[in-house]
């Protein structure tokens, strides 16, 4: 079960995104400011809904493909797992920002819990409306075990 629950892990959060051959390459200056200052109320509201169980609040800015491939069902069991290896999030550190193809790429290093300096990397792909989360992952050796 517990392997089943990792593998559901890994697929809802780790959703596929078609990078064709590009390679990420660092944002900096103005642009790094720009985007970590879009990026930033994102990811408060998704860790602070994470914290609480808010689906809306969680997924509010993902993209319809995110949507559909982490549904009110999955956050739920994926949030279980997570909050029985790392916890609740308490606070994110500065942040890597770089660019793979049309996508920006936005890791931080964030404290939950039960561990320190898990990486949260969250993807931002640029629609009509504006940006929206394309890409979610969670890594530390806690998760990986």
Request: aromatic share 10%; with cysteine.
């Amino acid at each position: 079960m517990k392997r089943y629950v990792l593998g559901l892990l890994t697929a809802a959060l780790c959703i596929p995104i078609a990078v064709g051959c590009s390679r990420e390459t660092e944002v900096t200056g103005r642009e790094r400011a720009e985007m970590l200052a879009m990026a930033a109320p994102v990811a408060d509201r998704l860790l602070s809904g994470f914290n609480r169980g808010d689906y809306p609040s969680f997924s509010k800015d993902f993209d319809e493909a995110m949507k559909q491939g982490l549904s009110d069902k999955v956050f739920v069991q994926t949030r279980d797992l997570l909050l029985s290896k790392i916890g609740r999030y308490r606070s994110r550190g500065a942040a890597d920002v770089s660019r793979e193809g049309p996508r920006i790429i936005v890791r931080y290093a964030a404290d939950f819990e039960k561990e320190r300096g898990v990486s949260v990397r969250l993807v931002f792909t640029k629609y009509p409306s504006g940006y929206l989360v394309s890409g979610l992952w969670f890594d530390s050796p806690k998760l990986r075990h």
